[in-house]
């Protein structure tokens, strides 16, 4: 069973620019969360999608934004590139096991802003 | 809100027994998450608990006491390649991280 893939796997983007990150869950799974990982920093939680519905979203401002298409696949939209959203951006997506969401990882896209 | 602590570092021998605490104050609670992440790597999903007491897999348990707010992971003979940061998480249908533990094996 292929698990969640993420793309690009690496994107540079200067200041100001908009970054478009792509997440295709495992294959079933009809949730997709998006969550940021600064360097040094811990997982930060950005967006929920179910059912092509967003459920939920951290805090994080409007800029950062994200849909879900009907096959289940996400994207995540960064506007107005700051340097400090510099950071791997993780997608996860779940499935409802044992009474909790189990959430499985995809390899990330590393984003530099310079 | 969530406030999830664990300890920042940890060093255990190869073949020993180390144990990663986590105490949470949630607002929402419906499962404790433990994943292992590598360095530069995505996490990978170890266990989890829903209800109180331990769940066994292979080299790895988790134990859950939700009355402590109070969770932890065993690792067993140890391994090189468990050196990694372990990250504890709260499950309120999204997940909230601690900072991760640090673990390093060491010869």
């Known amino acids: 069973e292929a698990g969640v893939t993420q793309s690009p796997t690496h994107l540079i983007k200067t200041r100001g620019q908009q970054a478009t990150l792509r997440c295709s869950p495992i294959?079933?799974?009809?949730?997709v969360y998006w969550y940021q990982q600064a360097l040094g920093l811990g997982l930060q939680f950005l967006l929920w999608?179910?059912?092509?519905?967003?459920?939920n979203r951290g805090n994080f401002p409007p800029r950062f934004s994200g849909r879900q298409f009907p096959n289940y696949s996400s994207e995540l939209n960064v506007n107005a590139l700051e340097l400090e959203d510099s950071a791997l951006y993780l997608c996860?997506?779940?499935?409802?096991?044992?009474?909790?969401?189990?959430?499985?990882f995809g390899p990330g896209t590393r984003l530099t802003v310079t | 809100g969530q406030n999830i602590d664990q300890p920042t570092e940890m060093t255990a021998t190869e073949g020993a027994i180390v144990q990663i605490n986590c105490t949470y104050q949630?607002?929402?609670?419906?499962?404790l998450f433990w994943y292992q992440q590598h360095a530069g790597e995505a996490p990978t999903f170890l266990s989890y608990?829903?209800?109180?007491g331990l769940e066994e897999k292979g080299r790895f348990s988790s134990f859950l006491s939700r009355s402590k707010g109070y969770s932890y992971l065993l690792l067993k003979e140890l391994q090189m390649k468990d050196s990694a940061s372990y990250l504890c998480?709260?499950?309120?249908?999204?997940?909230?991280f601690g900072a991760g533990t640090t673990v390093t094996v060491r010869a």
């Open positions: 998480a709260v499950s309120d249908y999204k997940l909230s």
């Open positions: 996860a997506s779940s499935l409802f096991h044992r009474g909790a969401y189990e959430q499985y």
């Open positions: 999608y179910d059912e092509g519905e967003e459920r």
């Open positions: 294959s079933g799974h009809t949730s």
């Open positions: 949630t607002s929402g609670f419906n499962g």
């Open positions: 608990n829903v209800l109180d």
